[in-house]
């Protein structure tokens, strides 16, 4: 199966930060990432798929992009609704695997 | 406006099984498939399994092969996600996902 690996584990930022979350896969997945993020209590939420497509009411702050199996999601100003966990998951083939997840927190 | 509808909390005790239904709405059912995850208190999301619904039989992460049987019900929109063999580390909340949109989520709690 393919290994998703995520870093940082967690991040603290203050609002108007740009924060950059990575994943990276073991082997190539061409770009079929999805981020998802997670508030607590709640059930996940998908921000992009296909690596880069913002998914539709998605505030354009959150942005994805990759090199290889370098994938990453930036939060270019960084707001405090954004306090949530953020798992990537690879949809490349079976199984899926997700990420271990990043936990964003707000200074 | 596809929306996903589950069951409800379930208590179960080990050795038993756990049933749990999902309703899309919104989408034609049979297009494509839905998968279940799982998320242990505080811990992350695990793929379990998938099934598209007009397909025999389902794809399974390898943990749960034994004991997971995915079926579907085309005609009214559900699928559904057994578990068995439920132990005290099946204590979780069950989720499934349709066209990127999530259930709310389905809590088991398996305790003696």
């Known amino acids: 199966a393919i290994r998703m690996t995520q870093s940082p584990t967690s991040l603290s930022a203050s609002v108007g930060d740009r924060v950059t979350i990575t994943c990276r896969a073991s082997?190539?997945?061409?770009?079929?990432l999805v981020w998802l993020q997670q508030k607590p209590g709640k059930a996940p939420k998908v921000l992009i798929s296909?690596?880069?497509a913002l998914k539709s009411g998605v505030p354009p702050r959150f942005r994805g992009s990759w090199t290889a199996t370098y994938f990453t999601l930036t939060i270019t100003s960084l707001q405090p609704e954004d306090a949530a966990t953020y798992f990537c998951?690879?949809?490349?083939?079976?199984?899926?695997?997700f990420g271990p997840g990043t936990r964003v927190e707000i200074k | 406006q596809v929306r996903v509808v589950q069951s409800g909390t379930e208590v179960k005790r080990p050795g038993s099984s756990v049933k749990i239904s999902c309703k899309v709405s919104?989408?034609?059912?049979?297009?494509?498939?839905i998968d279940w995850v799982r998320q242990a208190p505080g811990q992350g999301l695990e793929w379990m399994g998938g099934?598209?619904?007009?397909?025999?039989?389902?794809t399974f992460g390898h943990r749960f092969q034994a004991r997971l049987t995915l079926t579907a019900d085309p005609s009214t929109g559900t699928a559904y996600m057994e578990l068995g063999g439920l132990t005290a580390e099946d204590t979780a909340t069950y989720f499934c996902?349709?066209?990127?949109?999530w259930g709310p989520g389905t809590l088991v709690t398996v305790s003696s």
């Open positions: 996902t349709y066209l990127s949109q």
């Open positions: 919104g989408d034609s059912f049979n297009k494509y498939g």
């Open positions: 099934i598209v619904p007009f397909s025999p039989s389902g």
């Open positions: 082997q190539g997945i061409r770009k079929d």
């Open positions: 296909d690596g880069s």
């Open positions: 998951l690879q949809e490349y083939n079976y199984p899926r695997v």
